[in-house]
């Protein structure tokens, strides 16, 4: 065995190992939700008046993260990042002026930035008192907000869904946006001064926690059953036999779902069966790199802990970064890293956090320019208790992306 193999061997053997002795936790992870902000269903507006009309406006590119406590939500938090170069107010060219450094200087300060200090339960509602950075100035805010309505499971994806309004009103000179005409002759003293100081702000945010329970289908929860029935094997068999019957173009969705059949045999505490049935999933498609995870994760949850080394090491072997789409306009994550940056995070609602932290560090080496992966690293290494692993893992995550919302909010929870 080389060095650096001797290394990754005992890396990963410490932190398989790790769930057989319980350790001191600087934080409570899994007393929390985590939320993504779905800016797609979120809105960001704001309304100023000028002249004898209102001008108003949005912000049409932002990431959020919430962590919301349902047994204190006084305990919940969040962290926004918002691209102060989205700003659309309808119609171009006063856009541009907006983006220069008469206003919002958006090359300087590319971001709006709020991270909530505390949330307070008033009459009316709750409020978010914290530090909103705009134009490189911070200044302490307070926004009145509601939930609607209590986070709910999407009948569509399964996921919970928060959903929160909130308004204030704030005053651009507190944050240095005076205005001017450098880049807009137009814009003169006499007009700018008909701007108003005073800027009415509203959101309506929507977010999405994709929990293990999501990935129970009603379909998974059938085959589970079958299992539970005639063993096993009757599974095996038929996904042997339908690999051998369907087209590749199919493939995939075997994978998928004997996939999600393991994971839901490991959340009902099966795990005898989840072993076997990855151990097939991983042998019908040995170059798939979901299928050799969850049996890694098997194997480790098993106690196995040479084999989940050697299976995370296969991972590595097997693994083929997909090529990026040059004509793509509009990104989305590579489906694989999302099941597995999936399944190590959902490892703390099955209460196999340790073992979660092995495949986190191995999806993390996987996939090093992707900032969330670094992230799921970081909060199941502060379940573990190793606060100062999860500071580091949180400023890689920064240091891929510093508008990595959800590194910003685990890493204030250390």
Not at 24 to 47: Q, W
Not at 302 to 325: C, H, L, N, V, W
Request: glycine content about 6%; charged content about 25%; aromatic content about 8%.
């Amino acid at each position: 065995m080389t060095l650096r193999g001797a290394l990754v061997f005992a890396t990963l053997s410490a932190s398989i190992a790790g769930a057989q002795t319980p350790r001191a936790k600087s934080s409570a992870p899994h007393t929390l939700r985590e939320y993504t902000v779905d800016f797609g269903h979120s809105i960001v507006e704001f309304s100023i008046g000028f002249a004898f009309s209102r001008v108003k406006g949005r912000f049409t590119s932002a990431k959020g993260t919430i962590l919301y406590d349902d047994a204190n939500p006084a305990n919940s938090s969040v962290t926004m990042v918002i691209d102060a170069k989205s700003i659309d107010t309808g119609w171009p060219h006063r856009d541009e002026h907006l983006r220069t450094d008469d206003f919002f200087d958006v090359d300087k300060y590319p971001t709006i930035v709020f991270q909530s200090d505390r949330l307070a339960q008033t009459t009316e509602g709750w409020v978010a008192n914290g530090q909103l950075t705009m134009h490189g100035v911070t200044r302490s805010v307070a926004i009145p907000f509601h939930f609607p309505r209590l986070p709910s499971r999407s009948p569509e994806s399964g996921w919970m869904v928060l959903n929160a309004d909130a308004a204030l009103r704030l005053k651009r000179t507190d944050f240095a946006i005076l205005g001017g005409s450098t880049h807009n002759a137009w814009f003169d003293k006499a007009r700018a001064a008909t701007m108003a100081d005073s800027v009415d702000v509203s959101l309506e945010i929507e977010a999405y926690s994709p929990d293990a329970a999501s990935q129970r289908s009603a379909g998974v929860d059938a085959v589970l059953q079958r299992i539970q029935a005639n063993g096993v094997q009757s599974q095996i068999d038929r996904l042997t036999e339908a690999k051998r019957t369907r087209p590749a173009a199919a493939q995939a969705g075997l994978i998928n779902g004997g996939d999600l059949v393991a994971r839901g045999l490991i959340a009902t505490g099966r795990i005898a069966d989840a072993l076997e049935l990855s151990r097939a999933l991983a042998e019908l498609f040995p170059t798939e790199t979901r299928a050799a995870a969850v049996y890694a994760l098997a194997l480790a949850i098993s106690r196995d802990t040479a084999g989940a080394i050697r299976e995370y090491a296969r991972m590595k072997q097997i693994f083929r970064a997909p090529a990026p789409d040059p004509n793509e306009r509009f990104p989305q994550d590579d489906e694989t890293w999302y099941y597995l940056d999936q399944l190590a995070r959902t490892t703390i609602e099955w209460r196999h956090p340790a073992e979660g932290m092995a495949l986190a560090r191995t999806v993390a080496e996987l996939h090093p320019a992707t900032a969330r992966a670094h992230t799921t690293l970081g909060v199941l290494l502060a379940e573990m208790g190793d606060a100062k692993g999860a500071a580091a893992a949180y400023a890689r995550a920064l240091d891929v992306d510093p508008r990595e919302t959800r590194a910003l909010e685990w890493r204030r929870r250390l």
